[in-house]
């Protein structure tokens, strides 16, 4: 399957302007890409949330120092991703943790990190959704929080929350695989 | 491509938000790493100011001049040396 490669369509300009010590840029490119990274040390190395933490700052770190080298800034996002990849190996081993991987773990670790590209290009899609959409779907798939928790927060009647969310996720996969399949021009909230 | 919204839910769940003050920190260092070195030498050669850092390092930080975020002191205290 192809993945859409969504955050390279804005990355140019706003890699130039990190590396040009924009701090604001380097704000957003964080914030665009701090799921991902936290994501693979995670999901895909499941380094404890302490390793994680301090490979987490080594990769924005190394990403910051080391943007002048990147030749392609459509590129960006899986330069991220094996600066991460090269990080928690460089820490596996330190760890003397990393024994040799065998094809099997190896398939498993490509196929999650896989996974993991597909859901940054959902999350890609999530941001260009009417922001009440992106925040429904949000708290409900991310923060994991109950009907009732978003009923309250929003201000919206409990037994509304499930058709609403339905509505924002045709719409997110509407978005996601390049068309608007929602006809809904409240924006599906 | 084909994927349904089963689909689309179950990749939302896979990228939760990293921690807040993780992010604010990776934010924040690149643009402070003069003061960083500078504490950290500081932190090598002052056993006093070593202590006072893992007392209180946010009074201490400031007490000495250093303005910085409780996310960007916490990243500190994580790389601070065990002894001078």
Not at chain 2, 56 to 64: F, I, P, R
Request: charge should be negative; hydrophobic fraction near 40%; aromatic fraction near 6%.
């Amino acid at each position: 399957m192809d993945i859409p490669s969504t955050p390279a369509a804005a990355a140019p300009s706003l890699v130039d302007r990190c590396r040009r010590g924009d701090r604001e840029a380097w704000r957003e490119l964080v914030e665009t890409y701090s799921r991902y990274v936290y994501a693979i040390i995670l999901r895909g190395y499941r380094l404890s949330e302490s390793d994680a933490e301090d490979v987490f700052q080594d990769v924005f770190a190394r990403v910051f120092e080391r943007l002048e080298t990147l030749r392609d800034d459509e590129a960006l996002r899986g330069w991220i991703a094996q600066v991460t990849r090269n990080l928690c190996t460089d820490h596996l081993r330190r760890a003397h943790t990393h024994e040799e991987l065998s094809d099997a773990t190896v398939t498993d670790l490509d196929e999650r990190l896989t996974d993991l590209d597909q859901a940054l290009a959902v999350r890609q899609a999530l941001t260009r959704l009417p922001p009440g959409c992106a925040d429904i779907l949000d708290r409900f798939f991310c923060q994991d929080q109950s009907y009732r928790s978003i009923s309250a927060a929003l201000g919206i009647p409990p037994g509304t929350i499930a058709s609403r969310i339905s509505r924002c996720l045709q719409r997110l996969r509407g978005e996601f695989v390049g068309r608007d399949e929602s006809s809904d021009p409240s924006g599906g909230i | 491509m084909s994927m349904d919204e089963h689909e689309i839910g179950r990749l939302l769940r896979l990228l939760p938000a990293a921690p807040a003050e993780w992010t604010q920190a990776a934010q924040e260092l690149p643009f402070l790493s003069a003061e960083l070195a500078d504490i950290m030498e500081r932190a090598r050669g002052d056993g006093g100011f070593r202590d006072g850092l893992r007392t209180d390092a946010g009074a201490t930080l400031k007490q000495h001049g250093y303005d910085l975020s409780p996310s960007v002191v916490a990243h500190l205290m994580r790389i601070l040396p065990d002894e001078g």
